[in-house]
């Protein structure tokens, strides 16, 4: 059974930090490249950082820069480090496959806000 678990989310200021991690089970791990992505409030849910299966990343350019993404084939994780955070970083944050999808998890909201 396929299962993404996303946690590590909060209200943080901007400028702040956060570290958001994903733990997957039931898939192949090691051999699919995945992905972070974001869904705003009235707004289409967005690719903003993927690793492949040698390390190889990407990032939206909003985020180049200030967000790192990272994965530990041994614990099936993702990680997300998000740092220099903005108000238009607000978001629902959710991790899945780049290539097709499996079930979406239940995600982790950012809010980032004085």
């Known amino acids: 059974q396929v299962q993404l678990v996303e946690s590590g989310g909060g209200l943080v200021q901007p400028g702040g930090s956060l570290r958001l991690s994903c733990a997957a089970s039931?898939?192949?791990?090691?051999?699919?490249?995945m992905g972070w992505y974001r869904q705003a409030p009235g707004k289409e849910r967005e690719l903003v950082a993927d690793?492949?299966?040698?390390?190889?990343?990407h990032y939206v350019d909003s985020v180049k820069g200030r967000f790192t993404i990272s994965r530990d084939n041994t614990e099936k994780m993702v990680y997300l480090q998000m740092s220099s955070l903005k108000p238009e970083d607000t978001a629902v944050y959710y991790c899945?496959?780049?290539?097709?999808?499996?079930?979406w998890g239940q995600g982790t909201q950012v809010t980032v806000s004085s």
């Open positions: 899945n496959r780049v290539t097709g999808k499996y079930p």
């Open positions: 039931g898939i192949p791990f090691s051999i699919v490249a």
């Open positions: 690793i492949g299966t040698g390390g190889d990343t």
